[in-house]
């Protein structure tokens, strides 16, 4: 099925994390999916969202909350996984359109978490790379993360790091420059 170009996702997950190796008998999952819906005619974010996932083989750390500002508490009035998935599909038709992330992280998380509980994939195979994107554009000797690229663009960043719906967000005003860029 041909993707519907009218829109792009991008998502910028977070997931436990532990300063080290997971804990015994606990695992790396999804506990926030940041969405950014992007307009591809004006070539500039539309929306900002966030899914807090309930972990269901895991606990967030301290040094997790410290990183995302992610409290076991409040992950735990999330959703579960498989519901985050069927919303990404229902409300954003991740499924039919082209989808897009900082990295190969997010993608790599969302098809080992889907394989492992026998969830359907919830976006199209229509995935693009905006971390190699903007270091090609940039003729960067090596992609930088995201907060790098907002500097060298001058940009201040958004809301705060390392929490989905910004860094989404974020996400989407980098990949705004490269499309205006590409256009002109």
Same mark, same amino acid.
């Given at each position: *099925?041909?993707?519907? #170009?009218?829109?792009?996702?991008?998502?910028? +997950?977070?997931?436990? %994390?532990?300063?080290?190796?997971?804990?015994?008998?606990?695992? @790396?999952?999804?506990?926030?999916?940041?969405?950014?819906?992007?307009? +591809?005619?004006?070539?500039?974010?539309?929306?900002?969202?966030?899914?807090? !996932?309930? /972990?269901?083989?895991?606990? !967030?750390?301290?040094? %997790?909350?410290? #990183?995302?500002?992610?409290?076991?508490?409040? !992950?735990?009035?999330? =959703?579960?996984?498989?519901?985050?998935?069927?919303?990404?599909?229902?409300?954003?038709?991740?499924?039919?359109?082209?989808?897009? @992330?900082?990295?190969?992280?997010?993608?790599?998380?969302?098809?080992?978490?889907?394989?492992?509980?026998?969830?359907?994939?919830?976006?199209? @195979?229509?995935?693009?790379?905006?971390?190699?994107?903007?270091?090609?554009?940039?003729?960067?000797?090596?992609?930088?993360? *995201?907060?790098?690229?907002?500097? =060298?663009?001058?940009? /201040?960043?958004?809301?705060?790091?390392?929490?989905?719906?910004?860094?989404?967000? &974020?996400?989407?005003? $980098?990949? @705004?420059?490269? $499309?205006?860029?590409?256009? &002109?």
């Amino acid at each position: *099925m041909p993707a519907q #170009l009218d829109q792009i996702i991008i998502i910028d +997950i977070e997931a436990t %994390c532990w300063e080290g190796t997971p804990p015994p008998h606990q695992e @790396s999952e999804i506990i926030e999916i940041g969405i950014c819906t992007f307009d +591809i005619a004006t070539a500039k974010p539309l929306t900002k969202d966030s899914i807090l !996932v309930k /972990p269901e083989r895991s606990q !967030v750390s301290e040094f %997790c909350t410290q #990183l995302t500002t992610l409290t076991q508490t409040q !992950v735990d009035q999330g =959703i579960p996984f498989r519901d985050a998935c069927a919303l990404l599909k229902d409300k954003y038709l991740s499924h039919k359109r082209v989808w897009a @992330s900082y990295g190969e992280y997010d993608k790599n998380q969302f098809q080992k978490q889907c394989q492992s509980r026998h969830i359907p994939y919830p976006f199209s @195979s229509n995935h693009l790379n905006i971390k190699t994107l903007f270091a090609i554009v940039q003729a960067l000797p090596k992609p930088t993360g *995201m907060a790098g690229a907002l500097e =060298i663009l001058n940009f /201040p960043l958004e809301g705060t790091h390392h929490r989905g719906g910004d860094d989404a967000w &974020n996400i989407g005003r $980098i990949f @705004s420059h490269i $499309i205006l860029t590409a256009r &002109n």
